[in-house]
């Protein structure tokens, strides 16, 4: 194989439309763009939103939807069925323990919260910043207690 005998894959590479080159090319005169308007002319066609004119559906829109509260608290969340799985009966749940079996990732960043999801059969002391009222439910059931 050598220079002179490569050429591209076949339909890879189209010849450029030359346009405005007399009749008898098919594409002289208006150069393929019908009469008048404004599409005819140079840099005619607007860009995408362009209405005619008319206000733009993104300009008629409101700008900015709703707020951040600046004062939301964010918690860690633990179900009470995952503490059914890493914990044994009878023992202590804090931030801490929560912390060491891999449950949350931070002790100190984000409080802890223990929510309803899941079954319960062993009995614990939870001790966290906050439980919801299921969780606490299904824990005093199961014979454990909430400080």
């Given at each position: 194989?050598?220079?002179?005998?490569?050429?591209?894959?076949?339909?890879?590479?189209?010849?450029?439309?030359?346009?405005?080159?007399?009749?008898?090319?098919?594409?002289g005169?208006?150069?393929?763009?019908?009469?008048?308007?404004?599409?005819?002319?140079?840099?005619?066609?607007?860009?995408p939103?362009?209405?005619?004119?008319?206000?733009?559906?993104?300009?008629?829109l409101?700008?900015?939807?709703?707020f951040?509260?600046?004062?939301?608290?964010?918690?860690?969340?633990?179900?009470?069925?995952?503490?059914?799985?890493?914990?044994?009966?009878?023992?202590?749940i804090?931030?801490e323990?929560?912390?060491?079996?891999?449950?949350?990732?931070?002790?100190?960043?984000?409080?802890?919260?223990?929510?309803?999801?899941?079954?319960?059969?062993?009995?614990?002391?939870?001790?966290?910043d906050?439980?919801?009222a299921?969780?606490?439910?299904?824990i005093?059931?199961?014979?454990?207690?909430?400080?």
């Amino acid at each position: 194989m050598e220079l002179h005998h490569l050429s591209p894959a076949p339909g890879s590479t189209k010849k450029r439309k030359r346009v405005g080159r007399g009749h008898g090319s098919g594409l002289g005169k208006t150069s393929g763009r019908g009469q008048d308007g404004q599409a005819s002319r140079a840099g005619g066609t607007k860009g995408p939103g362009f209405e005619g004119g008319q206000l733009p559906l993104y300009m008629r829109l409101p700008k900015l939807g709703g707020f951040t509260n600046r004062n939301r608290q964010e918690y860690a969340v633990v179900n009470v069925g995952r503490l059914e799985e890493v914990f044994e009966a009878g023992d202590t749940i804090s931030a801490e323990t929560l912390h060491e079996k891999g449950v949350i990732k931070s002790a100190v960043k984000l409080p802890v919260k223990v929510l309803g999801h899941g079954d319960l059969s062993k009995s614990f002391t939870v001790s966290v910043d906050k439980v919801s009222a299921t969780a606490k439910e299904k824990i005093e059931n199961a014979g454990g207690t909430v400080e």
